[in-house]
């Protein structure tokens, strides 16, 4: 039965993710924005929603170490796995947008925040209003920045339909549900597979746990990719490594301050600060291609390895 879920929920994803791309592409025609701000915000903070909802919980549950290396995991999948199977099977992705000169501190400075609020270690309620604040800081600034031109990225059979706010909403209420819904499903089905197969809790809240919430971020940027959408692709995740940090730990933070075991996590954060510069380094050598993918996917292999030792 699991394994029938297992599919099903897949199944669930795929579609919930081309309504997503799709209904994205409506707004971004309609509003005249950039596939990479829609990508950054709208798709970024809906994928984002399976972290948010388990880290506030943890954090409401006063499981703080959950809710912390949630969001960390996340990151490093969203980077590591996500970007490098979007890198890995992209044929020719050339942004329009100069990702490193406009977004590189994005990728780097919440990440930086992070760092400097552990040290004593604990994510207050005041440091979560930081982040908050960075949040709304990275929804002005991608609208004030973007100035790209829409040639070339407007699909004309949508350019002929009318646009329908309630069609719309609809239809991204469907495809939210369905791959946040199927993400859940995957994560459960595939924990009772892996229990079978006497895989240790250990292993299956590391891995299955992270990476279930980084299903829809995953599936949306393939989607997307497939589609020709490479900037939407990429703004996906680095939005959702924004709202991860900034809505996730800092509402998480203010519902309970949480505390960091900097002894016992050194390993998985300094894969996150790894995985985070190596995407520096693509963006600013723009290698949006199996090289970046290769750099990407061995960072991952390490993380995966050293967790199974």
Same mark, same amino acid.
């Given at each position: 039965m699991d394994f029938i879920i297992f599919f099903?929920?897949?199944?669930?994803?795929i579609y919930g993710a081309d309504f997503i791309i799709k209904e994205s592409e409506r707004i971004a025609l309609h509003f005249k924005i950039s596939h990479f701000v829609i990508g950054a915000t709208l798709?970024?903070?809906?994928?984002?929603?399976?972290?948010?909802?388990?880290?506030m919980m943890a954090s409401a549950n006063g499981k703080s170490d959950m809710a912390v290396a949630n969001v960390v995991g996340s990151v490093i999948f969203n980077i590591t796995l996500v970007l490098g199977i979007v890198f890995f099977i992209a044929k020719d992705m050339?942004?329009?947008?100069?990702?490193?000169?406009?977004?590189s501190a994005w990728v780097i400075v919440p990440m930086i925040l992070f760092f400097v609020m552990i040290q004593d270690g604990e994510i207050g309620r005041v440091d979560g209003m930081l982040y908050l604040l960075l949040m709304a800081s990275y @929804?002005?600034?991608?609208?004030?920045?973007?100035?790209?031109?829409? $040639?070339?990225? =407007?699909?004309?059979?949508?350019? +002929?339909e009318k646009f329908d706010w309630a069609r719309t909403i609809g239809f991204l209420a469907i495809g939210f549900t369905l791959t946040i819904g199927g993400a859940s499903f995957v994560v459960d089905s595939g924990t009772n597979i892996a229990r079978v197969f006497g895989?240790?809790?250990?292993?299956?809240g590391i891995f299955l746990?992270?990476?279930?919430?980084?299903?829809?971020?995953? @599936?949306?940027?393939i989607v997307a990719i497939k589609k020709?959408?490479? $900037?939407?692709? =990429?703004?996906?995740?680095?939005? +959702?490594?924004?709202?991860?940090?900034s809505m996730v730990l800092g509402g998480a933070s203010?519902?309970?301050?949480?505390?960091?075991?900097?002894a016992d996590t050194q390993f998985d954060m300094i894969t996150m600060l790894v995985a985070s510069v190596t995407l520096l380094f693509i963006l600013a050598n723009k290698l949006y291609n199996k090289a970046g993918a290769i750099f990407l996917l061995i960072i991952l292999a390490l993380f995966v390895q050293n967790a199974l030792i």
């Open positions: 099903v929920a897949m199944g669930a994803l798709v970024a903070f809906g994928t984002s929603l399976p972290e948010m909802a388990a880290s050339k942004p329009k947008r100069d990702l490193f000169a406009l977004d @929804i002005f600034f991608l609208f004030s920045s973007s100035k790209e031109d829409l $040639e070339g990225e =407007i699909d004309e059979d949508l350019a +002929s895989v240790s809790e250990w292993i299956i746990i992270s990476l279930g919430t980084s299903l829809p971020e995953l @599936i949306v940027s020709g959408n490479a $900037e939407m692709s =990429i703004g996906n995740i680095i939005g +959702s490594n924004v709202a991860n940090f203010l519902i309970s301050p949480l505390s960091v075991n900097l």
